[in-house]
């Protein structure tokens, strides 16, 4: 009988563009390949001709939605899909490449919404999916434009690949009752909590920025994960408090806060290893080759952090001639390959630091003594030297770069400490209650603004554009705060037509690296047992990482081990007389 309903009804899905359409309970249109909605209506006359139809519906929840006023029905992969598009476009506005949100991204949430069997993917035999409940046009596709479509986001790139499957959500999704959403504005949100995924990746909010880096990482971009998690931090990509970008449609109480309310600062291992984890469970091939000429290859990191740390220029070559000598260069060791469990995991940007760390052991020691040493001799040089560039002095590039760091160390901690996880926009869950929340968020506000003026704290300032460096040197400054153009004449020798050392000593961090399976980590590390040079270095590039400094020294370790190799390993001669 439906079927004669829809007889006279030919127009192509908007949407799938199939022919094949059912009739709503309020008398709409709607695709039953994808489930979308027109706008075009049917007029049924005869009363007893509508008691007979067996008419399949869609709307179920609008009319849920006018008996709680609990917004519309709406499922947790929409809540984590429209937080994949604001921070998509919030990366876009950064200046990254405009296809990363509608051909990169996209088919990755594509592909893992199939692998997880969210969607794109058969219906399971002998159960009954529970379509997505579309909202009225008049109220919804009109005062709620922003409002992201599942199919509609999911249609915007071009390429389809292998996700041109049958659009169907999951079993788990499926048998969603009435009962099971009480404790959630989501239809599925006590489920997806419930529900045991070994064999899945869960959607999590630090996997949004795994996507992300993933993306990013596909098309080369150069911003590197604590870039990336930095920029979060500063508030130019949504995370904290993500969910007041949620339409007003989209209730969000009880369960969902526990999926999407975050109350941490995200961590670098922790996006770094669920990002490895995607790629893996999404079964993606080789990504693109980082070649010399990429902004993650190790030469040009290393240029970008001797900037920032405020580093004579001529200390490029030496990191360019130890990323040469150890082969961390080579296309082979920085591609990722998901799922290549015989090659070891690239951080770029720690690595690039860790090559910098090296480089100042080789040169100055960091022995607490001898960099100390040089620089004497390089400030008695300086007095006597009016032609050409000053030497660099250790002890006065420690002092800029240690008042420059105290600051911004403490300005960071300050900005932590003030902050409010409480998101600005309040969240009420009906009618009734907006008027007593809204309320209550403006005494808060006012109380606030009033203790401020008694106390006299000032309000902070807007925030300053992203930028990739987060400390700035000039060489015209006339303080001489800036030793980019320091010579290392004074700590150099030329020996058989190359500029070596000096320094003939080297002490290792470790003299055998632990198992990071076993141990979690490649090499111990306590402030104590390093000397305070050391130690501050990896301060400095860890505030700069903003990671902690283990990681940077399991990195100095690794590269050390790969340096001094065949000293470490060598072989003793063996002794034939004592053989009997």
């Given at each position: 009988?439906?079927?004669?309903?829809t007889?006279?009804?030919n127009?192509?899905?908007?949407q799938?563009?199939?022919?094949?359409?059912?009739?709503?309970?309020?008398?709409?249109?709607?695709?039953?390949?994808?489930?979308?909605?027109?706008?075009?209506?049917?007029?049924?006359?005869?009363?007893?001709?509508?008691?007979?139809v067996?008419i399949?519906?869609?709307?179920?929840?609008?009319?849920?939605?006018e008996?709680?006023?609990?917004g519309?029905?709406?499922?947790?992969?929409?809540?984590?899909?429209?937080?994949?598009?604001?921070q998509?476009?919030a990366?876009?506005a950064?200046?990254?490449?405009p296809?990363m949100k509608?051909?990169?991204?996209?088919?990755f949430?594509?592909?893992?919404?199939?692998?997880?069997?969210?969607?794109?993917?058969?219906?399971?035999?002998?159960?009954?999916?529970?379509?997505?409940?579309?909202?009225?046009?008049?109220?919804d596709?009109?005062?709620e434009?922003?409002?992201?479509?599942l199919?509609?986001?999911?249609?915007?790139s071009?390429?389809?690949g292998?996700?041109?499957?049958?659009?169907?959500?999951?079993?788990?999704?499926?048998?969603?009752?009435?009962?099971t959403?009480v404790?959630?504005?989501?239809?599925?949100?006590s489920?997806?909590?419930?529900?045991?995924?070994?064999?899945?990746?869960?959607?999590?909010?630090?996997?949004?920025?795994?996507f992300?880096?993933?993306?990013l990482?596909?098309?080369?971009?150069?911003?590197?994960?604590?870039?990336?998690?930095?920029?979060?931090?500063?508030?130019?990509?949504p995370?904290l408090?993500?969910?007041q970008?949620?339409p007003?449609?989209?209730?969000?109480y009880?369960l969902?806060?526990?999926?999407?309310?975050?109350?941490?600062?995200?961590?670098?291992?922790?996006v770094?290893?669920?990002?490895?984890?995607?790629a893996?469970?999404?079964?993606?091939?080789r990504?693109?080759d980082?070649?010399?000429s990429?902004?993650?290859?190790?030469?040009?990191l290393?240029?970008?952090?001797?900037?920032?740390a405020?580093?004579?220029?001529?200390?490029?070559?030496?990191?360019?001639?130890?990323v040469?000598?150890i082969?961390?260069?080579?296309?082979?060791?920085?591609?990722?390959v998901?799922?290549?469990?015989?090659?070891?995991?690239?951080?770029?940007?720690?690595?690039?630091?860790?090559?910098?760390?090296?480089?100042?052991?080789?040169?100055?020691?960091?022995?607490?003594?001898?960099?100390?040493?040089?620089?004497?001799f390089?400030?008695?040089r300086?007095?006597?030297?009016?032609?050409?560039?000053?030497?660099?002095?250790?002890?006065k590039?420690?002092?800029?770069?240690k008042c420059?760091?105290?600051?911004?160390?403490k300005?960071l901690d300050?900005?932590?400490?003030?902050?409010?996880?409480?998101?600005?926009?309040?969240?009420?869950y009906?009618?009734?209650?907006?008027?007593?929340?809204?309320?209550?968020?403006?005494?808060?506000?006012?109380?606030?603004?009033?203790f401020?003026?008694?106390?006299?704290?000032?309000?902070?300032a807007?925030?300053?554009?992203?930028?990739?460096?987060?400390?700035?040197?000039?060489?015209?400054?006339?303080?001489?705060s800036c030793?980019?153009?320091?010579?290392?004449?004074?700590?150099?020798q030329?020996?058989?037509?190359?500029?070596?050392?000096?320094?003939p000593?080297?002490w290792?961090?470790?003299?055998?690296?632990?198992?990071?399976?076993?141990c979690?980590?490649?090499?111990?590390?306590?402030?104590?047992?390093?000397?305070q040079s050391?130690?501050?270095?990896?301060r400095?590039?860890?505030f700069?990482l903003?990671i902690?400094?283990s990681?940077?020294?399991?990195?100095?370790?690794?590269?050390?081990?790969?340096?001094?190799?065949?000293?470490?390993?060598?072989?003793?001669?063996?002794?034939?007389?004592?053989?009997?």
């Amino acid at each position: 009988m439906d079927e004669e309903a829809t007889r006279d009804f030919n127009e192509r899905c908007a949407q799938c563009s199939e022919v094949n359409w059912g009739l709503t309970d309020g008398g709409r249109f709607y695709c039953r390949s994808c489930h979308n909605v027109t706008e075009r209506t049917r007029e049924v006359v005869n009363a007893d001709f509508v008691s007979n139809v067996r008419i399949q519906t869609i709307s179920k929840g609008l009319r849920k939605q006018e008996k709680t006023d609990r917004g519309c029905e709406w499922y947790v992969c929409e809540g984590f899909q429209l937080v994949l598009k604001k921070q998509a476009e919030a990366l876009e506005a950064l200046g990254v490449c405009p296809q990363m949100k509608d051909e990169i991204l996209c088919n990755f949430w594509r592909r893992y919404l199939q692998k997880s069997k969210q969607a794109y993917c058969n219906r399971p035999s002998g159960e009954t999916v529970k379509a997505l409940s579309v909202c009225d046009s008049s109220t919804d596709v009109d005062s709620e434009p922003e409002r992201p479509s599942l199919l509609h986001l999911l249609s915007l790139s071009e390429s389809e690949g292998d996700l041109q499957t049958d659009c169907s959500f999951a079993s788990s999704t499926s048998k969603v009752s009435e009962s099971t959403s009480v404790c959630s504005g989501s239809v599925d949100g006590s489920l997806y909590l419930m529900k045991n995924q070994k064999d899945k990746l869960r959607m999590t909010m630090p996997m949004t920025l795994s996507f992300c880096y993933m993306a990013l990482l596909w098309l080369r971009e150069p911003m590197t994960l604590s870039d990336l998690l930095r920029f979060v931090v500063e508030g130019h990509i949504p995370y904290l408090n993500v969910f007041q970008h949620f339409p007003e449609k989209m209730k969000l109480y009880g369960l969902d806060l526990k999926i999407f309310c975050v109350e941490s600062w995200p961590v670098y291992e922790e996006v770094y290893s669920k990002m490895l984890e995607l790629a893996a469970f999404l079964d993606l091939p080789r990504f693109p080759d980082i070649t010399d000429s990429c902004f993650l290859h190790p030469d040009m990191l290393c240029m970008k952090y001797l900037m920032e740390a405020n580093l004579p220029d001529e200390l490029h070559n030496w990191t360019c001639r130890v990323v040469k000598k150890i082969c961390i260069g080579e296309v082979d060791f920085l591609t990722l390959v998901p799922g290549n469990k015989s090659t070891r995991n690239v951080k770029y940007d720690v690595l690039a630091a860790a090559v910098i760390v090296v480089v100042l052991k080789l040169l100055f020691l960091l022995d607490d003594h001898y960099e100390w040493l040089l620089s004497d001799f390089a400030e008695e040089r300086n007095k006597n030297n009016k032609e050409g560039g000053p030497y660099f002095e250790f002890k006065k590039w420690y002092k800029v770069i240690k008042c420059s760091l105290d600051v911004e160390q403490k300005k960071l901690d300050e900005e932590r400490a003030k902050y409010l996880w409480r998101c600005e926009k309040p969240l009420f869950y009906s009618a009734q209650k907006k008027s007593k929340v809204l309320k209550r968020r403006q005494m808060v506000v006012n109380l606030q603004n009033q203790f401020g003026k008694l106390s006299g704290s000032v309000r902070p300032a807007e925030k300053p554009n992203p930028s990739s460096f987060q400390l700035r040197w000039s060489e015209e400054n006339t303080d001489g705060s800036c030793f980019h153009g320091h010579s290392l004449k004074g700590i150099l020798q030329e020996k058989c037509g190359l500029l070596t050392a000096m320094n003939p000593d080297y002490w290792l961090c470790t003299v055998k690296l632990c198992t990071e399976k076993l141990c979690g980590h490649l090499a111990h590390y306590r402030e104590v047992d390093f000397p305070q040079s050391y130690h501050f270095v990896l301060r400095l590039f860890s505030f700069l990482l903003r990671i902690q400094p283990s990681y940077i020294h399991d990195e100095v370790c690794v590269i050390e081990h790969k340096l001094f190799n065949k000293k470490l390993y060598k072989k003793p001669k063996y002794n034939t007389g004592l053989r009997k």
